[in-house]
Structure formats: structure tokens, C-alpha cells
């Protein structure tokens, strides 16, 4: 694993000229993740929360920190950011942005920008007790690990959906959240588990569900 000013220079050198997938359309509700990283005694990890039972959606769920876009949000990257403060108590002047993947939507019908963030300095996350029950830090070499992987092919709407999941200590990592470190882990570190021969972000996939 690379240092964390290493992981830096070999993100923006891979995101630099590479075009994310931008999803639009009426029905969907827009929102946006940040995938914190930082060094935790030379040990690359992901900042990740686990989801209260009193949410609305997704109740215990372990996904980055995030939210659906707000009117006063200017930019989904903003949202990504107020998020990331109101959930894990890191304020944008913490986090160097470097980069987003490619937009999913997820058949709760919102489309989800993930962005990828560097926590370079020391910080105390404060986690939000009414939307966070417990945050994880989790090694980004968990995510290169085979045996730590799984997928299924579950059918939605007259089109086959891949859904993976990442196993650590006693959490499953699935979903959505597990889609956007799969695509991270295969962007940054040219690592892909999955077998499946396409995924959630497919055109024709979209096309089946966007309408």
C-alpha cells in the first residue's frame, strides 16, 4: 500500500483526464457521498459510518458519510462536503478533494455522486448520534483482498442488478456503498473481483431503469 501523499499522486494522476458518468433525469433525487481517507499509524483507511434504526431508509446500513443535495447546496460536491461535517464532524477545511467517480442510482430512485477526499492532517471525527451509530475505520487493503468479496445478480425491473458486498470483522459492506469502493479499488489500484460482466453504471442498465 502507498503512503498517504503516495495515494494522492496516484489518484489525481488517474482521475485527471478520465470522465465521470453523470446521470440526470426527473424522477431521481440527487445526492452525494465523500470517501474519506486517511493514515491511521501508516495504515491507509476509509472513514465509514454505520446508519442508526431510526433512519427512515437504509436503518443500519454502513455507508461513507452523505446526503441527497440540499437547495442550499451550489454543487453536489458542496452537499458531499456539508454531509460529511453534519455526520462525522470534518469540516471542508480538513479535506482535499481530488476527484469523483462515476454517478449510480440505486432503485430507491436517487442518483448518488461519489467524491473522493484526503484527510492529510490530524482530526477528531464527532459523530452525529441521531443519523450515526458507530463509525468504522476500515483498511482500503480489506478491499483487495479476493476472499473478502462477494456479488450476487438480483433481477429489478426486467434488468439484472450486480450488488456486491465486502466482509470485515463482523460487518457486511453492500449496496451502493460497496459499488463505489469496487470502482475505486479498479480505478486507483486496477483491481477487479467481480465476475459479473456489467455493472450497475452500463448504459443499458440505465436505460432499463431511467424511465
Known sequence: MPTLQELEKIVQKKMKDRKPLILNHPNFVHSAVLMPIFSENQELKFILTKRTESLKRHRGEISFPGGRKDQRDKSLEETALRETDEEIGVPPGKIKILGRLDDLFTITRYIITP????IAKPVECRSNSREVAELLYVPLDLFLQKEKFAEKNIPQDGAN?????????????????????NQFMEIIFDFQPSQINFKRTDQDIIEKFLK
Not at 467524491?115 to 484526503?118: H, M, P, Q, V, Y
Not at 450488488?163 to 459499488?179: D, K, L, M, Q, S
Open 161 to 181: 442488478f450486480p450488488v456486491y458486498y465486502y466482509y470485515w470483522n463482523n460487518y457486511e459492506i453492500w449496496g451502493a456503498t460497496a459499488h463505489i469502493i
Open 115 to 118: 467524491f473522493i477526499g484526503i
